[in-house]
């Protein structure tokens, strides 16, 4: 028994080092809201509703510093449904993001799978102009268009920024699969500019998508042999109490939508939350539509309050309406035509990293510890995880104090 708990206690302690060394950081969202909805032409429905803004998700992110300006990273990422506890893509371990990268004075290189620059998600996108982003169902700035793409074997890289401005780039040699040969993969290319300095903040996005192969990985759905091509601008200017944004995008699809959407929105300081409210205004045609006309107009109108309860909880409130006509108008989607009202909670949380922990001195150390307890002292608190009757056997492995 004394064996057993001495392995567990050393074992304890060199783990905490170790992640500590690596800069390894675990964290995750949890996001869950109860919403009423309508879609034109059905049921008005109540439900439980999970990530309506930030899809619940657990990760973890670490970097090495290899010296000389140069680090290695990586991120691994995978949501669920915190409604029903399913994985958010079956067959994938980190479906949202598995991504490693080297960073250094050249800029940043990395390769796996993550979001398209316009997507909103991930950690090469950089679309901006748009205070909903791509969450708060009909209000996601993609949802009449692309939806949010992650893809598989990507390569992205982008500059270091010059006085506020980089550049960026992505492919992906299959989306979804890349073991047919190249002519015939669903490849992913984009390229962006992206601004960020005072006030200001703004990007300009061109992404393509050729769809050569097979027809269930294409995207979007039913998009086989049909490429696809958009472009995203965004400008955002922060006033100090609120900042007011516009957002811009121009959609193409061989025998599909040909449309131009423009977006106004803001986000706003509240009573110690955000408000973040916009409105959008798409036309142009849908050649996929084979009945009647093929024009398309659309609109729709979205607002949500945001309020922290501390850093990592806050309570959300949202309501959309969204309205179609010409060929859309009777589209049973509440992206098209309905509404939706929302209520729920957001709860985030992430484990210590190197910047949250300060290597004691050996004052610090002599005979304070107690097994199991915090030990308090100037303005510092400390925990040993190990018993106190074999403390003498790796106290100089529970050395890391945490900011009390």
């Given amino acids: 028994m004394k064996k057993t708990l001495i392995a567990m206690g050393v074992l304890g302690a060199f783990s905490s080092l170790a992640f500590a060394a690596s800069n390894v950081t675990l964290y995750g969202v949890i996001e869950e809201g109860v919403m009423v909805s309508k879609a034109k032409h059905k049921d008005t429905t109540v439900q439980m509703k999970s990530g309506f803004d930030q899809g619940p998700r657990w990760g973890i992110k670490g970097v090495e510093d290899l010296g000389n300006g140069y680090n290695v990273g990586f991120i691994l990422e995978q949501g669920f449904s915190a409604d029903t506890g399913a994985e958010g893509t079956a067959g994938k371990a980190f479906n949202r993001e598995s991504f490693m990268y080297v960073n250094g004075g050249f800029g940043k290189l990395g390769v796996g799978r993550t979001g398209a620059l316009s997507s909103g998600a991930q950690s090469n996108q950089i679309l901006t102009g748009w205070a909903l982003g791509t969450g708060y169902m009909m209000s996601a700035w ?41 002519s015939e993969n669903n490849h992913y290319y984009g390229i962006g500019a992206k601004y960020q300095a005072n006030a200001i903040r703004s990007s300009l996005i061109f992404e393509a998508i050729d769809n050569k192969g097979a027809a269930a990985d294409v995207y979007p759905a039913s998009s086989a042999n049909k490429r696809v091509f958009l472009i995203n601008y965004g400008l955002e200017y922060n006033l100090g109490s609120w900042t007011p944004m516009f957002a811009y995008q121009w959609f193409n699809q061989d025998e599909g939508k040909k449309t131009h959407q423009f977006g106004l929105s803001a986000k706003v300081g509240v009573a110690g939350g955000d408000v973040l409210v916009g409105g959008r205004y798409l036309f142009g045609h849908d050649e996929s539509v084979t009945t009647g006309t093929d024009k398309v107009r659309a609109w729709n109108v979205g607002a949500a309050y945001v309020y922290p309860l501390s850093k990592r909880t806050a309570i959300k409130a949202y309501a959309g309406y969204a309205d179609s006509s010409k060929a859309w108008a009777d589209k049973p989607d509440t992206s098209y035509n309905g509404y939706a009202v929302i209520l729920g909670l957001r709860h985030s949380f992430k484990s210590l990293s190197d910047k949250d922990l300060i290597r004691p001195s050996p004052r610090f150390l002599g005979g304070g510890f107690v097994s199991g307890r915090k030990y308090e002292k100037q303005n510092f608190s400390c925990f040993c995880p190990c018993n106190f009757w074999i403390f003498r056997f790796c106290r100089f492995q529970c050395n890391t104090l945490r900011k009390h």
């Fill in 142 to 182: 993609n949802s009449m268009t692309t939806g949010t793409l992650r893809m598989d074997n990507a390569v992205a890289y982008n500059t270091p920024s010059f006085d506020g401005f980089s550049l960026h780039a992505m492919y992906s040699n299959g989306i979804v699969e890349d073991t047919a040969k190249w």
